[in-house]
Nanobody
């Protein structure tokens, strides 16, 4: 079965950096588009970034463009999100996502808190 396990969250000051990781298993990771989403406190889950199977294309929400970088390692079935220049508004639970046959799969999420 599809499993996605996020890690790397934590507490960071504004302007700081974090690198999130997502370990994937149970599906053909190397042929799948992968995404990151986040859910700020009291708000709906929102899309953050996506990457194609061979890393040829990436796409970002306007709110994180030029600050976040999505990447992947298909040999290790790992997805990453490098987050620089963090803002208080980036505080959220971050989720790894894959859509397989019209079904969305999610990890348990990792908490990112940006606070001074």
């Amino acid at each position: 079965q599809v499993q996605l396990v996020e890690s790397g969250g934590g507490l960071v000051q504004p302007g700081g950096s974090l690198r999130l990781s997502c370990a994937a298993s149970g599906f053909t990771f190397g042929s799948s588009v992968m995404s990151w989403y986040r859910q700020p406190p009291g708000k709906e889950r929102e899309w953050v970034a996506a990457i194609t199977s061979t890393s040829e294309f990436t796409n970002y929400a306007d709110s994180v463009k030029d600050r976040f970088t999505i990447s992947r390692d298909n040999l290790k079935n790992m997805l990453f999100l490098q987050m620089n220049g963090l803002k208080i508004s980036d505080t959220a639970v971050y989720y790894c996502n894959v859509r397989r046959q019209r079904v969305d799969y999610w990890g348990q999420g990792t908490q990112v808190t940006v606070s001074s």
